[in-house]
């Protein structure tokens, strides 16, 4: 079992900056895909970025390119989401989530994660 608590969401004003981060307990994250998710009032929980258990590999969703980092501290058990250039429309609850680290390539398919947090609230204004 994998206990994962978010924290760090909040409300900004376009163009701002938040990063999330994601505590796990329980099991350690360094043989988990970690990845970070997010659902919008009315729509699909869609995949935001992931990070790998091996070599750290990383993918991030179009959206998310250029301005998310998704990175990791082992020792910590932590995994966190650098949030830059924020536009309203990623206005979500975001939430992180692991799967089993099998496999080179990191999910993302929300199906094939088996723990996730609670969620953490990101509201960004015009």
């Known amino acids: 079992q994998v206990q994962l608590v978010e924290s760090g969401g909040g409300s900004v004003q376009a163009g701002g900056s938040l990063r999330l981060s994601c505590a796990a307990s329980?099991?350690?994250?360094?043989?988990?895909?970690m990845g970070w998710f997010r659902q919008a009032p009315g729509k699909e929980r869609e995949f935001v970025a992931v990070?790998?258990?091996?070599?750290?590999?990383?993918d991030y969703a179009d959206s998310a390119k250029g301005r998310f980092t998704i990175d990791r501290d082992n020792t910590k058990n932590t995994v966190y989401l650098q949030m830059n250039s924020l536009k309203p429309e990623d206005t979500a609850v975001y939430y992180c989530?692991?799967?089993?680290?099998?496999?080179?390539?990191?999910?993302?398919?929300?199906?094939?994660?088996?723990?996730w947090g609670q969620g953490t609230q990101v509201t960004v204004s015009s």
């Open positions: 989530a692991a799967a089993p680290g099998m496999g080179w390539t990191p999910p993302k398919d929300f199906a094939q994660y088996n723990y």
């Open positions: 329980g099991r350690t994250i360094s043989v988990h895909h």
């Open positions: 990070s790998g258990w091996r070599d750290r590999i990383t």
